[in-house]
């Protein structure tokens, strides 16, 4: 099935034509992007004006400088405390989702791949869950740190899973490990969650994946993995494109597939962690964001990453002010929003993709 | 002459054939099944010995017995129900599991994979979130009609140019289901966390408090979906050697995947709506059976279903006894048995 | 007996039209085999007239009856077809997998009949299964397993049997073991018999009726001495060669002309003598 999917994408996708577009493309998504930001910004409890949003990011070194009435000031102060670093973390967590989800599907070839796959998002719900349960923890930064390490450890263990026995780690032995430790950690936290009601009151909206109460604390710590990540992505574009034409294809070419599959591994492992440690488990941005990329850049993962990143970036946006706006004043868990737009999508593509 | 490795039951209105090892394999399972059933009446906070479970279900039990209406109560009306609800709920999924197997040509594919688990569990999160106390006959039905909905909804979206390509219904199914699956979320977010907890467990899977009434309606729908299963057993033989073959053979393919998707389905769904989501079970059940009957599917469900009703009885006593006295739903002992034998299989190395 | 008839056939996959228009007759008790370049709409053709395909237009005709308003089973007892390149599942076994060939012949409730059972055992003893019914047929040799579908194919006791290159994938030992098999078919049993082949060679050897197909249109239809030319080639395949008679045979042999010729044989006339013949002195 993969190989038939591949095919066609790479025949008859690049709907924008020619390479020609590629790298304007590249500078009009930023744009967007940038455009979203701001829009996302302005929206809340009280609407703030988009000028004002301008200045106050502009001026966040020097408020002190600045002679402000209150209410200015007070909306300087959200914008700079509350808005800004949600929509920031946002779109870190949607390039990371992304991204991580377009190397999963280049690596192991199969287009239905993402991050929640390699069993990522179990192990970081589980290590939350875990830590409410014995800790009792409160705070959203620790929820990160044990996410993070959850992450982490469940990912690995699903390298050693599905790498012992003969024959080494293949894509399918991967998945397939995947979905086992998913499986298994799943439940153990159910059986948490149903016997500590006070645990499962903490957790149940964090485990939905949201934005919701994300400032800089958390941020702070965990942005430099994620920036590592999507620069190591970048520079190993050029090598998964090759990996996805084949493992024998580019072993052929003499690249050294071992070694650049393992760098990627710790990449998506940086990035997914990431994400899921700022934002709890959000499906769908991997899963989906990688297939409208391929549409728009083709078959060459050196235009897929950036342009997974930049659509990652404000797909989250979109849903998260989606997710703040549709129930007001209540809010949606953006995980949520997420597979609600995602679904519609993912679909059509289906149809669209695979024949008899 | 070559060696026979199948028995043939053959009378002038019926003839089918079966491989020879199934009914021996059949009559072990149910003399496991047997033991299990009588240490899971014995065991529990109010102990009965195995002899007086023997006595008091063959009505042997002398009248003057000191417990002997307390024995009566206990087996009867606290044990026996849940167990058999465990069995049977076991005996309809691995069968749906096989068949989805079968019709996916993919040893992966579960009965939940067209939805059935999503919908069920929207509906009766639903019910159990929005109406406090939802009555135990209705929420059968209900989650038996969600499960249903979201099948017919995903083959709607499945089907194009007259066929509906295994691969296309995999995919549709796994976007439908997280739509559904999120405002399945989103109920369990924003409910009262006294009934997010029993949805919670309800979506886990769980055979506590069933009754009688439980198991009747099960057997009902079983002994009706059951055998016509595996009279439809020869068309996954067919499925299995290629849409092209089975046309050739004369097979009305799209017309006899679709009946049988619609029985797989309903006996997820019948299993789905008395015992919640129970995972695992109609995924291992099927490779097991495999293994010992071969790929022919005459013998392939039946003795799949009778490895996923003693898988469940089995689990049943292991969540009762293995935090008591407190207990772990179903579902989640399942998964723990069931994952480590896929971490066996992969170690095998047979799937990679 | 049944003759196999199509009429003004449009045969498409979505939008793509592979073959626009063809009639063709299907001779009785013959071996008919198609042949044509890659995309040349031979397969496709083979599927048309097979009810795998639905044509865009015209009818196949199978005895006076069109194949699409005939019950599925009933075409499946008089026309029998085996896929290029079938998979059966892993652990089937051989036994199990001729058996299904009974499936026109069975019913809800009758599944398997004493007939059955007489017909699955006779298609295992013609094709020399008999001794390896028990084992998988994911365990068998390249050769075995198509002669096991074959087998699937005569357990189905159809009068036609349709082949999508039974070849493929074979090794030259096998290609032969599958052709010359097909070929006592058709004599000791009176199949009528229509493939498609890649040699054109083996293709010259086996038919009694040869059929060429470029782009969806029929080029030449015939016995392979009748009809096999330089010419003929040439318009079918777009190559250059000669043609001499098999020295088995004594049908057409077809040797494409080639670059290397000139080298090769530049070599040949500087050193008349093989090599091997020097070294030994």
Known sequence: MTTHAQSISQNKTRILGSRFWLLPGVFILSGILVACVLWSITLGAADIAPQTVFDAIIQSNNMDNLQLDSQTRFQYLVIQTVRFPRVLIGIVVGMALAVAGAIMQGLTRNPLADSGILGINAGASFAVVLAVFVLGTPSLSTYAYFAFVGAGVSAVLVYMLGSMGRGGATPLRLTLAGVILTAFLSSFTTAILINDQQALDKIRFWTAGSLAGRDMSIFIPVSPYVAVGLIGALLISRQITTISLGDDVAKGLGQNTAWIKGVAAIIVVLLAGGAVALAGPIGFVGLVVPHIARFIAGADYRWIIPYAMLIGGILLTVADVLARIVIRPQEVPVGLMMALCGAPFFIWLARMRVRR | MIKQTWITIRTPLFSYKLDKRAPWIALLLLLFMGIVLVASISYGEYHITPTEVLQTMLGTLPQDHPQYRQFHLVVFSFRLPRIWVAFWVGMALATSGAIMQGITRNPLADPFLLGVSGGAGLVAVALIVWIKDVSTTVLPIATFIGALLTAFMIYIFAWKNGGSAPLRLILIGVAIESVVGAFTHIMLVFGNINQVQQAYVWLTGSVYGRTWAHVHTLVGWLMVLLPMAFLCANWLNMLNLGDDTAKGLGMRVERQRVILLVISVALAAVAVAVSGTIGFVGLIAPHIARRVVGASHQALLPISALFGGALLVLADLIGRWVISPSELPIGIVTAMIGAPYFLYLLYRGRNG | ?281
Request: proline share 6%; charged share 20%.
């Open chain 3, 1 to 281: 007996m049944a003759e196999l008839h199509a009429q003004n056939l449009m045969l498409a996959y979505d939008d793509t039209c592979i073959i626009p228009n063809l009639s063709v007759t299907i001779p009785d008790g013959q071996i008919t085999v198609l042949v044509g370049a890659n995309g040349c709409g031979k397969s496709t053709l083979l599927r048309g007239i097979s009810r795998l395909l639905k044509p865009k237009r015209g009818s196949v005709v199978l005895d006076g009856a069109d194949i699409w308003k005939m019950p599925t089973k009933q075409l499946a007892k008089q026309l029998g077809i085996l896929p290029q390149g079938p998979t059966a599942p892993e652990g089937l076994t051989v036994h199990e997998l001729v058996a299904q060939g009974r499936y026109p012949h069975q019913s809800w409730l009758q599944q398997w009949s004493r007939e059955d059972e007489h017909v699955t055992q006779e298609a295992l003893a013609i094709t020399n299964l008999t001794d390896f019914a028990d084992r998988p047929v994911d365990t068998l040799s390249g050769g075995q397993r198509q002669r096991a579908w074959i087998a699937m194919t005569l357990a189905q006791d159809s009068d036609t049997i349709l082949l999508d290159e039974p070849t493929t994938f074979l090794d030259l030992a096998y290609q032969i073991d599958v052709l010359d098999l097909l070929h006592d078919l058709n004599v000791a049993r009176g199949k009528t018999i229509v493939m498609v082949l890649h040699d054109l060679n083996h293709a010259c050897r086996y038919a009694d009726n040869l059929i060429a197909l470029r782009d969806g249109h029929i080029v030449a239809q015939g016995y392979p001495s009748d009809i096999v030319t330089a010419d003929m080639v040439y318009a079918v395949f777009g190559i250059a060669c000669t043609i001499i008679p098999d020295p088995i045979t004594n049908t057409p042999l077809v040797i494409p002309s080639s670059k290397a010729m000139n080298s090769k044989s530049l070599t040949n006339s500087f050193n008349p003598q093989p090599s091997w013949v020097a070294i030994r002195g």
